[in-house]
């Protein structure tokens, strides 16, 4: 069967370098000494024949003896030397000098501890199938290797979630033992109650996979798509029968009547806040700059903060006209002391703010180890500069796949100092 031939304006054809072009680089770069050994083995040459082993050459060259890198038996033993080479080369005297840490009190990295890093990171990436690096996407699934550091990150974000909801446990049970003994005995009784919750949660809590897994909420979708019309009803029906089943538990107490109504209440306020923002919530698709995902899930989580701050007093005088009609005018603070307690964690859980405790804990976690520096994309765009790896916007990659994998596959070594 013949083949179909392509109707294109343009086709390139990438061939390797000849013989003729490679001397006249090596030439140019007065590299005469290399340009001798490599004419003299055809396999040699043939290595050297695409545009960035010739480079890799020609910057290792000084850390290479090049007889016995032609003595070597074979082409793959030959192109892990060269990669040995250029690694030692830009660990130890890069020509190409770094600016990530001018202006700055922070030290450059050593090159023991830059080796150790990239170590890490390749090795990461490699049982994550990847070849690109995002900060913002670092996960507890592959980035903690062990049990010890997975119990230091469940201790860590279990603690924190468990001070907030302890806060907002603390505001309904401050609000509701302010009516009967005045309100600043019951802000600290509320405090109080709200910090042993708390450090309760935070202790017994097993994060799900929901908090194993980092979320972030980098934009909102304001047209209202297909998708996200979906997600708000998915979320506002179950806020619904959420509603219901609170109002079954306070019918039994303060009547069936009553409790159905503010069942109904408390699940339509559930269900809007929680599907308004988990409905629009939307990651972007260009990261211009490394860590942009959680810099933006924090901006979104201040906003959506702020606008609580405005909703609740207007949240709060429509109610307190609608509830005396079901309520008694003892329990209407409470149950406004709930429904405020529940826009705040609302803003703050599904606004990105999880997100970001989840990802300083990693960090943490990952510093205190000695795995990566705490100012992790200065780090990376040091390597940049030395030429280990390639920055694209927020992105970052190994020069190549081969010298991602040549940093795989050395040992880890022991744990060097920290760097910041």
């Not at 080369?89 to 501890?113: F, I, K, N, W």
């Not at 897994?213 to 909102?220: N, T």
């Amino acid at each position: 069967m013949a083949a179909d031939r392509l109707h294109l304006n343009r086709a390139i054809c990438l061939k390797p370098l000849d013989r003729t072009q490679v001397c006249q680089y090596l030439t140019q770069l007065d590299c005469t000494n290399l340009w001798n050994i490599l004419k003299q083995d055809d396999h040699l040459l043939s290595l050297v024949q695409t545009p960035l082993w010739l480079s890799l050459s020609v910057l290792a060259r000084k850390e290479l003896d090049l007889v016995a890198w032609s003595q070597e038996p074979s082409l793959e033993t030959r192109r892990e030397t060269l990669l040995d080479a250029y690694v030692r080369r830009m660990l130890h005297d890069c020509p190409v000098p770094s600016r990530a840490y001018e202006g700055t009190r922070l030290t450059e990295p050593d090159a023991r501890q830059t080796r150790h890093w990239l170590i890490w990171l390749a090795q990461r990436l490699k049982d994550a199938s990847q070849d690109e690096f995002l900060i913002e996407q670092m996960q507890l699934q592959w980035m903690l290797t062990t049990k010890g550091q997975q119990w230091q990150y469940r201790l860590i974000g279990g603690q924190s979630v468990g001070l907030i909801v302890g806060l907002i446990v603390g505001l309904i049970v401050g609000q509701s033992v302010g009516q009967s003994v005045g309100q600043s005995v019951g802000q600290s009784v509320g405090l109080i109650v709200g910090l042993i919750f708390g450090v309760s949660v935070g202790l017994s809590v097993r994060l799900s996979v929901r908090l194993d897994s980092i979320v972030l909420v980098e934009s909102f979708d304001l047209s209202f798509s297909r998708f996200a019309r979906k997600e708000f009803f998915r979320i506002l029906i179950g806020g619904q029968s959420v509603g219901l089943i609170v109002g079954l538990i306070v019918g039994q107490s303060v009547g069936q009547s009553v409790g159905q109504s503010v069942g109904l209440i408390f699940g339509l306020i559930f269900g809007l806040i929680f599907g308004l923002i988990g409905g629009l919530k939307t990651d972007i698709q260009t990261r211009t700059q490394p860590n942009q995902g959680i810099r933006l899930s924090a901006k979104n989580t201040a906003i959506l903060l702020g606008i609580s701050l405005v909703l609740a007093p207007l949240l709060y005088l429509g109610l307190s006209a609608a509830l005396p009609t079901v309520l008694s005018a003892d329990d209407i603070p409470r149950m406004m002391a709930v429904v405020m307690a529940m826009l705040f964690f609302a803003s703050f859980y599904l606004g990105g703010g999880l997100a970001c405790i989840q990802h300083v804990a990693l960090r943490l976690v990952l510093y205190r180890s000695g795995r990566i520096p705490w100012n992790y994309a200065r780090f990376l765009n040091f390597c940049g500069d030395r030429l280990l790896l390639q920055r694209v916007g927020g992105r970052y990659r190994f020069i190549h796949k081969l010298v991602q994998e040549h940093f795989a596959a050395m040992p880890l070594g022991g744990r060097p100092e920290r760097g910041r």
